[in-house]
């Protein structure tokens, strides 16, 4: 345990202890703690080295080259829970890993759950976590049945909201290990909200709710966005996690 602790913080590892714990908990044996270390110090984030990540007290399997869900956007999926019927269609689009979709499945149980993203890695990683669930590739509103126009209770759209020049200065971790598309939402970083939200009308059924994660600058354009889409919006915010969560509701 000391060892890797002091080759963890020798690398910048802030949370050396408390990631050499996870690493040795997660590992069949020596050989593997030692290839973990080797590749959380060569810059990969800790959820993809361990095979899985803690969200909204869940484990959700992580693969390679997908991305890693923040415990911030665990405040989308708590105002989404509030807010979600246990007879409700749940569509988590630009779904990742589907950690959003099976945390809301899981406290609301009876939903029909549906889930989409674009990158086939994603697509392949949420399938194992969503088992129970329909798992689309494609691009948002294309990859979904079209029998769901009109029937979306829940829609949990946490799309990439980072400004392009804004990239450079994420953490290397996300910047080299996830893939661009996920973190990329354009010149401001709203261009994928905006597509979601020209739709988001047909295919939410009436009083059926949007949720998106923005920064706290963003959010008053996204919700603009979202009432110019014509539906009622209302931005709700945690400033213990820095999360803001953009709700668009169909009346």
């Keep these: 345990m000391e060892s890797v602790v002091a080759t963890l913080r020798a690398a910048g590892c802030v949370f050396a202890e408390e990631e050499a714990e996870l690493i040795i908990a997660t590992a069949a044996g020596p050989d593997e703690v030692a290839r973990m270390v080797d590749e959380r110090i060569s810059g990969l984030p800790l959820e993809q080295v361990l095979g899985w990540a803690s969200f909204h007290g ?39 890993s589907g950690a ?11 939903v029909s759950l549906y889930a989409a993203d674009l990158h086939p890695a994603a ?13 689309f590739e494609g691009d948002l509103y294309d990859a979904l049945p079209t029998d769901l126009r009109g029937r979306v209770g829940i829609l949990l759209a946490n799309v ?10 994420l953490p290397a971790e996300a910047r080299l290990h996830e893939p661009r598309l996920t973190l990329d939402g354009g010149a401001d970083g709203l261009d994928l909200l905006r597509r979601v939200a020209a739709d ?8 059926g709710h949007l949720f998106t994660e923005a920064s706290a600058e963003q959010a008053p ?25 953009v709700i668009g509701t169909r009346d």
């Design 200 to 207: 988001a009308a047909d295919w939410l059924a009436p009083g």
């Design 123 to 135: 697509v392949k990683n949420a399938r194992r976590n969503l088992p129970a669930a329909q798992v």
């Design 58 to 96: 869940l484990r959700i399997a992580i693969d390679p080259d997908v991305f890693v869900p923040r415990r911030r956007t665990e405040h989308l999926v708590d105002e989404a829970i509030a807010r979600c019927r246990p007879d409700a269609v749940v569509v988590d689009l630009c779904c990742g």
């Design 221 to 245: 354009v996204a919700a603009e966005l979202l009432t110019a889409a014509g539906l009622r919006t209302t931005i709700s915010t945690d400033e213990d996690d820095f999360a803001t969560t």
């Design 160 to 169: 990439p909201y980072v400004p392009t020049d804004d990239v450079q200065f």
């Design 100 to 110: 959003l979709g099976l945390a809301v499945a899981t406290a609301v149980p009876g």
